[in-house]
């Protein structure tokens, strides 16, 4: 048990008061501001649920090869270790078996009110209030914002998009009623969704189709199947699996957490690894297709050992002409060929700065949430938003979510936010709300360090706001969980009733 945490269960013990919380959504995060509420006697709280189950994106995505780019043994909570992974890189249905586990495991559900969708959010006379779509109102002190980052889906603008006859699906509402054996099957989007579906279904379809815009970097970390044996020895023994949680967490701070940051030798080695792999692709015009513009890790890398196997099949092509429109029985490209389908697959991917959004959000003095971020997403180091006090942001703009495990940097902020309450039980303040002037320093410094990073290399990203500005932290992860291990109250203002 941390300090903070030993902290805030001995102020309870002492009488001190309790803060009511919301939390808005049971994804990953949400779940996990609970388990630290719960953790530090603090039960005054309730997580609003918009769907009937929790589990964020792996709850929605269902599709063919779904599985986390993370090694299993690290995208785990770091005080939950789980001995059941059968492979490297977890299946998304064991992802969500595991969350939903761990939900449960904590006696999650009765603070949980599902099928609730928060609408709005208002701060009146010092308190958060809630609205749902079914009309619900609550109220708290504190207001913590776990909607995730990938959630709000990016539906393409395609000339003839609804003419389409057949099935059409995106891959975040995978059609599993739709029988796809000896289709022909086209994927509008050549990211790491669609590039994850390629395997699996080219065993399935008579003809697969994927019409690319942008070519991916795919990095060879070999996917292993854990044996029964080994199954059983981390379930006997759980240190085996927090030093692999601790063995994966090393390697991928010292490699990829340094490599799109900064030039250096780990980024020199990783465009190597990326340069061997696709040349296992033998067609040199499929090749040439295949090859990014730009440089490895600029995109999120993809990590993939069957892509360039599977591409090569016969029944698999990949369509680099432009897309002009959709037609009842197809794709037409824009040198006239008609590329005829059963069966439409949208691999678009997802609004990366929506955040909270559609909600509608008035802080102090009916401040809006849009108004606020007329310039674009910003918060005082990814959580707190000037005017809007007692309010957090768990994986907020500019975390360090490049190629490194969310719940990591999840973790890191909540015992962030849980330092905030101890303050607040202590009757240090009513109210904390991130400076302007913090936030503003917080950006220089960020702007600054930018064009340092892979992500401003020159490729098209969902981590590219409109402005052609990355969304992310440009430092390490590490030198986040550093920063952020101990709060900086000189940067909020701190105030009383």
Aim: proline letters at 6%; one cysteine or more.
């Amino acid at each position: 048990m941390d300090k903070v945490t030993e902290a805030i269960k001995r102020l309870n013990q002492q009488g001190a008061r309790q803060p009511r919380v919301i939390i808005m959504g049971a994804g990953m995060s949400g779940i996990l501001m609970g388990i630290r509420l719960l953790n530090a006697g603090l039960s005054n709280f309730t997580i609003y649920e918009k769907t009937d189950r929790i589990g964020g994106t792996w709850r929605e995505n269902t599709y063919p090869g779904i599985a986390c780019d993370i090694p299993s043994y690290f995208y785990t909570y770091s005080f939950e270790v789980n001995p059941n992974w059968s492979h490297r890189f977890p299946p998304g249905a064991e992802i969500q078996r595991y969350f939903e586990t761990v939900f449960n495991k904590y006696k999650l559900a009765p603070r949980t009110r599902f099928n609730e969708e928060i609408i709005n959010t208002q701060l009146i006379d010092g308190q958060w209030h809630i609205e749902t779509a079914n009309g619900l109102n609550d109220s708290a002190d504190f207001l913590v914002a776990a909607t995730g980052v990938l959630h709000k889906i990016n539906q393409p603008s395609i000339q003839g998009l609804d003419s389409f006859e057949g099935p059409k699906f995106h891959t975040a509402r995978w059609d599993h009623g739709v029988d796809l054996k000896d289709k022909r099957v086209g994927i509008i989007g050549s990211g790491s969704t669609a590039i994850q579906t390629i395997d699996p279904l080219s065993k399935l379809v008579s003809k697969l189709t994927l019409f690319q815009r942008t070519a991916q970097w795919v990095f060879p970390l070999p996917d292993k199947a854990y044996s029964a044996t080994w199954i059983k020895l981390a379930t006997r023994f759980p240190f085996l699996g927090k030093s692999l949680y601790k063995t994966y967490k090393f390697l991928f701070e010292k490699s990829m957490g340094i490599a799109v940051t900064k030039p250096c030798l780990q980024r020199s080695i990783l465009t190597k690894l990326c340069h061997w792999n696709l040349a296992r692709v033998k067609d040199l015009e499929l090749r040439k297709k295949l090859t990014p513009d730009y440089l490895p890790g600029c995109k999120r890398l993809v990590m993939s050992m069957p892509f360039y196997s599977a591409i090569q099949k016969p029944n698999c092509s990949v369509v680099t002409e432009q897309i002009e429109k959709i037609e009842s029985n197809g794709v037409r490209t824009k040198d006239g060929q008609l590329h005829e389908l059963d069966v439409l697959v949208l691999a678009t991917g997802f609004d990366g700065f929506a955040f909270m959004r559609p909600m509608s959000m008035q802080g102090l003095n009916g401040l809006t949430l849009d108004d606020a971020w007329k310039k674009g997403p910003q918060a005082l180091r990814a959580m707190a938003i000037p005017g809007f006090p007692n309010f957090f942001m768990l994986i907020g703009p500019h975390s360090p979510i490049g190629n490194h495990s969310l719940i990591a940097i999840a973790e890191t902020q909540t015992h962030y936010i849980m330092q905030c309450i101890e303050k607040y039980m202590q009757g240090d303040f009513d109210f904390i709300e991130a400076k302007q002037q913090a936030v503003d320093d917080f950006y220089t410094s960020v702007n600054e360090a930018l064009p340092n990073t892979i992500w401003t290399t020159g490729c098209q990203s969902w981590y590219l706001d409109d402005k052609g500005i990355p969304g992310l932290w440009p430092w390490s992860p590490q030198q986040y969980a550093k920063e952020m291990k101990v709060a900086n109250f000189s940067q909020y203002h701190l105030t009383k009733a």
